[in-house]
């Protein structure tokens, strides 16, 4: 029997080649569904197990994936790309929802969260690259990378599970988006002293690249909407105090 992937002869029930499944043939509606299923529940390579050693266990999770521990685990790419994106659509329906009831014609919060994705990207090598440079000591450029990626997905997965809490009490929408901040904030902070918090130079180093995060997360949200000039603004910011100011 010859691979259907690869064309690599298949003696076993998958390939030693490319590791697909030997018995497979024309695609069914059936199996579309269960590769679907099988990619979020899967226990050897699910969305569902990476979530629970992400947050049950991120210190060996972290160790064991650096060690080489990786085909039971969500590409940290896709994870971070498909997290993203679900928050910057889900999110959506809350403003509409709020505008149905309330007419609040939040046009500054649309645009800033459908760029969500887009400011990820953005700020995302700064993120690396500062990290980086405080802990190659321990920590290849790779690694760092990767931790930042698992780490903003597994926050997208916080905000993608609050949503529902919008709809039935959307009149405190804002208290909800300052909640979800502060806990996105604390588990990020959380992540990373676990993986880099080796001594206190090191818990310090971190927090002051978390906050320069949120930051910068403000500065690109000025520049999509007011361009170059981010102080010429109707928003009261007009200087980098200010601008601090409305980051927290």
């Given at each position: 029997m010859k691979c259907n992937n690869c064309g690599a002869a298949v003696q076993q029930n998958y390939c030693a080649v490319c590791g697909q499944k030997a018995s497979t043939s024309r695609l069914h509606i059936n199996e579309l569904f269960h590769d679907g299923w099988h990619a979020i529940t899967h226990t050897d390579k699910g969305l569902l197990r990476l979530l629970k050693d992400l947050v049950i266990h991120p210190r060996s999770f972290y160790a064991n994936y650096f060690n080489g521990?990786?085909?039971?685990?969500?590409?940290p790419i896709l994870f971070f790309i498909l997290t993203a994106g679900a928050v910057a659509?889900?999110?959506?329906?809350?403003?509409?929802?709020?505008d149905k009831l309330f007419n609040t014609n939040n046009e500054f919060g649309?645009?800033?969260?459908?760029?969500?994705?887009?400011?990820?990207l953005l700020i995302l090598p700064v993120q690396i690259l500062l990290s980086w440079i405080a802990f190659r000591k321990y920590f290849n450029l790779a690694e760092?990378?990767?931790?930042?990626?698992?780490?903003?997905?597994?926050?997208?997965?916080?905000?993608?599970?609050?949503?529902?809490?919008?709809?039935?009490?959307?009149?405190?929408?804002?208290?909800?988006?300052?909640?979800?901040f502060y806990l996105s904030y604390l588990l990020i902070l959380w992540q990373g002293l676990v993986l880099f918090g080796k001594?206190?130079?090191?818990?310090?180093g971190f927090f002051i690249i978390l906050n320069i995060s949120i930051i910068l997360d403000s500065v690109v949200s000025l520049y999509?909407?007011?361009?170059?000039?981010?102080?010429?603004?109707?928003?009261?910011?007009?200087?980098w105090w200010d601008l601090i100011k409305m980051s927290y």
């Open positions: 521990q990786r085909k039971k685990y969500f590409s659509l889900l999110y959506g329906y809350v403003f509409a929802y709020q649309k645009v800033v969260f459908h760029e969500t994705k887009f400011k990820a760092v990378a990767v931790f930042w990626l698992f780490t903003l997905g597994l926050s997208y997965c916080l905000r993608i599970v609050a949503i529902p809490l919008y709809f039935p009490l959307i009149a405190y929408k804002d208290e909800i988006d300052l909640t979800l001594n206190f130079w090191s818990i310090v999509i909407l007011f361009g170059e000039d981010i102080f010429d603004n109707p928003m009261g910011v007009k200087t």
